[in-house]
């Protein structure tokens, strides 16, 4: 997940040995905080290119895609997460992601944000501070939630959301974070992990977890009523068209700033964030245009999109054309899983947070095993100091198994915490709308507000 | 007094209303209304979803003119909103019962004169 810059360093220290003048150790001091400062702005900028991936990236994603009377709904689910696991992060989040502790839980050193500041955390990033690492991940805990509200969209109510997605961080993705990125985590391959699974920037932890846990909530929570027999078309496509786009260039943030400093490892996931974009994007619109004979601009979004969860486990660990390969099968596998596969079991995954997140990162994070290498990430080294083999190019076919565990723990945790929270709500609250406010849309009859007021704007 | 309700292609707005004006007639309201004949709709595509669109966006002109300007403006509107395709649209007459100019009461073919 990260390269320790010690190039630079080296040189600086066998100069150092060669003169011991005072004046190298102050250039060296200055060197230090110069990359320093430059690993610090581009955190930080990754930081808001991710909180811009939520809001507005996939609220007008999500909103484009629903009816016109349950647009604001939509894109409040996703707004408020902004709010609410902030607050959530700030008080035990963060700790539990990231504190030391078991290797599936992390414990509670951090709870309240104790000690986190400007001191970087050498075990994470010994770069930037770690509140520039807390902050950046905070990041990835808001997306994560907001990507499940697709599959429940216009029929959850609010109340029940809002309990939902907080005892979902605390129990699915806290835990997921930390078996993978998290010290001493289960599948953490940098951190002494039991089984050593690679995800750069959250297959697993982001995409898996949030799609197969969107599964459960559309199969728990039942079909949108009149589905598939009503018309539910997308009401407004120019929104959704402008939220993946935003989501595209958000997504540098999420796949480049996992590198967790401006490095050359940083412009690789980068370069392969891009070219997995692409391919994904052609492969979805060809399949499609040989199925139905029309190439739509619905297609080529979701095709963007489905690359793009599939590229961020591999985006550190692979090179460009390897990205190719992995965003178009994503592009044609992301295609079959929202059209045939859907219909053929008939669930509601209304705007396919299933189809696209947890096929595309179930298929991302297994193909990480297969095309990672040690020649775009010498990483993890072995006790000589030399990089190890990483996956199935590398000659290390072990590490498509590790991937498959790693897939298989965050497939299971997702259905069982994702259930189990579902109970809990419906108990507590009811996890559905009334009947009648499903047929007069969620904005007036949850939030009291519409979106489109033409008859207003006239007189 | 006739109304006359004529539902056209609404690419052919301009066209026919230019005509209108051309021929002398200078008050009419246009609506966007939806609908179909004989015309098929068209198929459309989401995500594998399929939804067949009957109802199609066209336009509705409503006049009201005396009775010997009636077959003049049938045949400007006909002859401007013709493509010779199915969906062209259909002109519809009716009677007028009365007319009020709501300004200052005029009744009759003052009003809509």
């Known amino acids: ?459 | 007094m006739k109304k006359i309700e004529a539902i056209i292609q609404p690419f052919k707005l301009d066209e026919v209303k230019d005509a209108l004006l051309g021929s002398g007639i200078d008050g009419m309201t246009v609506t966007e209304v939806r609908g179909h004949g004989r015309q098929k709709g068209h198929k459309e595509v989401y995500r594998g979803l399929e939804y067949q669109v009957d109802l199609l966006p066209k336009v509705k002109i409503e006049m009201v003119v005396d009775d010997d300007r009636v077959e003049d403006v049938i045949r400007t509107v006909t002859r401007a909103a013709r493509t010779g395709k199915i969906g062209d649209g259909k002109v519809f007459v009716y009677e007028v019962a009365e007319a009020i100019r709501i300004r200052n009461e005029d009744r009759g073919e003052a009003a809509i004169g």
């Not at chain 1, 150092?16 to 003048?21: K, L, Q, S, V, W």
């Not at chain 1, 008939?346 to 396919?352: A, G, P, Q, T, W």
């Not at chain 1, 994702?418 to 047929?439: F, M, S, W, Y």
């Open chain 1, 1 to 459: 997940m990260m390269e320790k810059r010690k190039g630079a360093s080296l040189v600086f220290a066998v100069l150092m040995a060669a003169a011991p003048d005072p004046r190298w150790a102050q250039m060296q001091a200055a060197v230090n905080s110069a990359q320093s400062a430059g690993d610090n702005a581009w955190m930080l900028v990754s930081a808001a290119l991710v909180l811009m991936m939520t809001g507005p990236g996939l609220a007008l994603f999500y909103g484009g895609l629903v009816r016109s009377k349950n647009v604001l709904g939509t894109m409040m689910q996703s707004f408020v997460l902004m709010a609410v696991v902030t607050v959530l992060w700030a008080a035990v989040g963060y700790s539990l992601a990231f504190g030391g502790g078991t290797p599936f839980f992390g414990n509670l050193q951090y709870i309240f944000l104790h000690g986190v500041g400007a001191a970087p955390n050498p075990d994470y990033s010994p770069v930037i501070p770690q509140q520039t690492f807390m902050i950046y991940q905070l990041m990835f805990a808001i997306i994560t939630p907001a990507l499940i509200t697709g599959a429940f969209a216009e029929r959850m109510k609010f109340s029940a959301m809002l309990l939902f997605m907080t005892l979902w961080a605390l129990i699915v993705y806290f835990p997921m974070a930390h078996m993978v990125w998290g010290k001493g985590g289960l599948l953490n391959a940098f951190l002494g992990g039991k089984v050593p699974c690679l995800d750069f920037a959250g297959g697993t932890v982001v995409h898996v977890t949030s799609g197969v846990s969107a599964l459960v909530a559309a199969l728990y929570l039942g079909k949108r009523k009149g589905y598939p027999s009503e018309s539910m078309r997308p009401h407004n496509l120019v929104l959704s068209f402008i939220g993946a786009c935003m989501l595209w260039v958000g997504w540098f943030g999420f796949n480049a700033g996992s590198a967790l400093s401006a490095s050359s490892l940083a412009t690789s996931a980068f370069v392969a964030t891009q070219f997995g974009a692409a391919a994904a994007t052609l492969g979805w619109v060809l399949a499609e245009w040989l199925r139905t004979g029309k190439p739509s601009v619905l297609g080529a979004i979701s095709g963007a999109v489905a690359g793009l969860v599939a590229i961020t486990p591999a985006s550190g660990f692979v090179g460009p054309m390897p990205a190719l390969v992995i965003g178009f099968l994503a592009g044609i596998v992301c295609y079959f899983m929202v059209t045939t596969v859907k219909r053929t079991f008939r669930y509601d995954d209304s705007l396919d947070a299933f189809g696209v997140h947890g096929a595309g990162g179930t298929l991302g994070a297994l193909l990480t095993g297969v095309f990672a290498t040690s020649a775009v990430n010498g990483g993890l080294k072995d006790a000589a100091g030399s990089p190890v083999a990483l996956g199935l190019v590398d000659g290390h076919p072990m590490q498509v198994l590790y991937q498959f565990t790693g897939v298989a723990i965050a497939w299971l945790l997702a259905i069982c915490g994702t259930l189990a929270v579902l109970k809990i709500c419906d108990l507590a609250l009811g996890v559905r709308v009334e009947p009648e406010h499903e047929n007069i849309g969620l904005d007036v009859s949850l939030h009291g507000e519409e979106a489109y007021d033409f008859e207003g704007s006239a007189s």
